[in-house]
């Protein structure tokens, strides 16, 4: 059954996710912690709705060669297409957070060998995510911040105001290449701190002062 994003009050959105469009390298800082050049443009990926699962329960890794890479999650209110960066604001429904979980040994083997990477970012479950705020009770999309803790050690601390690639104008462009649909998420990036990510591991997340929660990785 299609997944469908869910507000904090416990309310679904009326359209399921039918895509997660998905930006590497948005942070310098990590493009540097893995020795990648900092891109000139928005390197882009998918992840389908297979991937998508929730955030705030319990959530399944792969045996081995697992990273985790949190992210502030946007999801889409209206069909975006070669928006401008105007419109593709007035677009957002809400924000929340995600986990990019990426198969990183198995990729790097790939891109060593020019292959598409796709099987390490976009099986199934690898997209968790968390429920969404709605847009107007949260700070200004350059103002926003969220912390990743791993079994109490705090791992990674994010700031919108830190991207390469500002939310708006990165939606935008992204509807250039990709129809964005009522419904669709996009992830704009991880900073640095990413792992690996181990099964009975206790994650807290924080997104501002509007999201706070626990989960775990089984």
Known sequence: MPYTAKFVDGSL?????????????????????????????P???????????SLSEPFTIPDTDCHYEAEIAVLIGETLSNANAEQAEQGIEGL???LDLTRRE???????????????KSFDGA???SEFVPLGNCTALNQLEFTLSINGELRQHGKSSDMLNPIAPLIAHMSTFF?????????TGTPKGVGQL??????SL????????????I
């Open 96 to 98: 929340g957070l995600a």
């Open 106 to 120: 198995l990729q790097s083997k790939l891109k060593e060998k020019s292959h598409p990477w796709e099987v390490a």
């Open 179 to 187: 129809t964005l649909n009522p419904g669709d998420v996009v992830l």
């Open 127 to 129: 997209c968790p995510l």
């Open 43 to 53: 390197i882009l990926f998918i992840k389908p709705e297979s991937a998508v699962v």
């Open 206 to 217: 924080k997104f501002g002062k509007n999201l706070a929660f626990d989960t775990k990785a």
């Open 13 to 41: 959105f009326e359209s399921p996710i039918t895509k997660v469009v998905c930006v590497g390298r948005n942070y310098a800082e990590h493009a540097k912690e893995l020795n990648n050049p900092i891109p000139s443009e």
């Open 198 to 203: 181990h099964k009975g591991d206790q994650l």
